[in-house]
């Protein structure tokens, strides 16, 4: 028990810094993704043919490919086009394009589960089609999508461990290393699991603490029914 604890106390500022990359790593790609995916998702809904096919193909290139393959694409095929990324940079892209594209879908299921009549009554009053999307409908679709949007959350904390196949230092990486320099894999990766179970139950937390102060009370969104 006494060498398990002094082991752990030896791996344990190399499993802190790959932890804070994988925090990292997870913010970024939640923040670049919904970046992506709220102006995917109105393009759908309201951009027209044109545009609305383009959010459509880029929605299911990215979620009909494995993670895996959009990785590899962007750190080791771009520069064959003369586009070179660092590490870290190819990481945040690929997650963050990646997680844009389930976003858009929680997104757009929101903004076509309020009901039409509320975009004609703003239309009828005087507002701008872009003035009711942002104060009539939007408000109402983001506190919908939440519920949909945590999970894309708390599940982007345990994608990004592909990244050890491009060698960026998270968690993962860090695991493998020092599974590597010990040769003791098993409290390594038993580590590694807990820790990612960790971050999960606080990500968890987080989103149920954000939705439950979202929530209006008394306000039921009219869904539309066909």
Do not use: C
Not at 81 to 102: D, E, Q
Not at 180 to 195: D, K
């Amino acid at each position: 028990m006494d060498q398990m604890m002094l082991f752990l106390q030896r791996i344990g500022p190399d499993f802190w810094q790959g932890t804070l990359i994988t925090i990292r790593l997870t913010l970024v790609a939640l923040t670049l993704g919904a970046a992506l995916g709220l102006p995917t998702a109105l393009a759908r809904v309201y951009g027209g043919k044109w545009l609305s096919r383009l959010a459509v193909a880029y929605i299911e290139i990215f979620r009909g490919t494995p993670l895996l393959v959009q990785l590899f694409v962007v750190y080791y095929g771009l520069p064959d086009v003369g586009l070179t990324l660092s590490r870290f940079a190819a990481a945040y892209i690929t997650l963050g394009l990646n997680s844009g594209a389930y976003q858009a879908e929680y997104f757009r299921g929101a903004i076509q589960a309020i009901g039409a009549g509320q975009m004609t009554a703003a239309r009828a009053i005087g507002m701008s089609k872009i003035k009711a999307i942002r104060y009539i409908i939007l408000p109402q679709a983001l506190r919908l999508a939440l519920p949909a949007w945590s999970n894309e959350a708390i599940s982007m904390v345990k994608y990004t461990a592909i990244v050890f196949l491009i060698a960026v230092p998270d968690l993962m990486t860090k695991a493998k290393i020092l599974s590597s320099r010990y040769f003791n894999p098993i409290p390594v990766y038993a580590t590694v699991a807990l820790v990612y179970i960790f971050l999960v139950l606080i990500a968890t937390l987080i989103m149920r603490t954000v939705e439950r102060r979202m929530q209006t009370p008394g306000l039921e969104l009219e869904v539309e029914r066909h």
